[in-house]
């Protein structure tokens, strides 16, 4: 059982960066798998980001490609996503995820693939 809390989000303008956190507790953090979802008002749940369990091996959707980072602190039990070049269409509510099982890009894609989801964190970017 894993426990996720997002944190970070925020009011930030067109251009400008933000950090999200994504804290867990329980077992065997090392052994899961992770991702990065958002959601906009009146829109599906998108895939953002997934990474390993190791961290060395990440996924992107093409919309963030050379824009956003994806890592994972083993020993702080905590994955984040650093977000720069922020536009307004990034805003939305942004959720982690989690999961024993790395699978292909497909699979990680997939919010079905996913046991465990935090509670989301908004990210608001004016323009």
């Known amino acids: 059982q894993v426990q996720l809390v997002e944190s970070g989000g925020g009011l930030v303008q067109a251009g400008g960066s933000l950090r999200l956190s994504c804290a867990a507790s329980g077992r065997s953090f090392s052994s899961y798998a992770m991702g990065w979802f958002r959601q906009a008002p009146g829109k599906e749940r998108e895939f953002v980001m997934a990474?390993?369990?190791?961290?060395?091996?990440?996924y992107y959707a093409d919309f963030v490609k050379g824009r956003f980072t994806i890592s994972k602190d083993n020993v702080k039990n905590t994955m984040y996503l650093q977000m720069n070049s922020l536009k307004p269409e990034d805003t939305a509510e942004y959720y982690c995820a989690a999961d024993r099982w790395f699978a292909t890009m497909a699979g990680m894609s997939s919010s079905a693939h996913y046991d465990y989801w935090g509670q989301g964190t908004q990210v608001t970017v004016s323009s």
């Open positions: 990474i390993s369990w190791s961290g060395g091996t990440t």
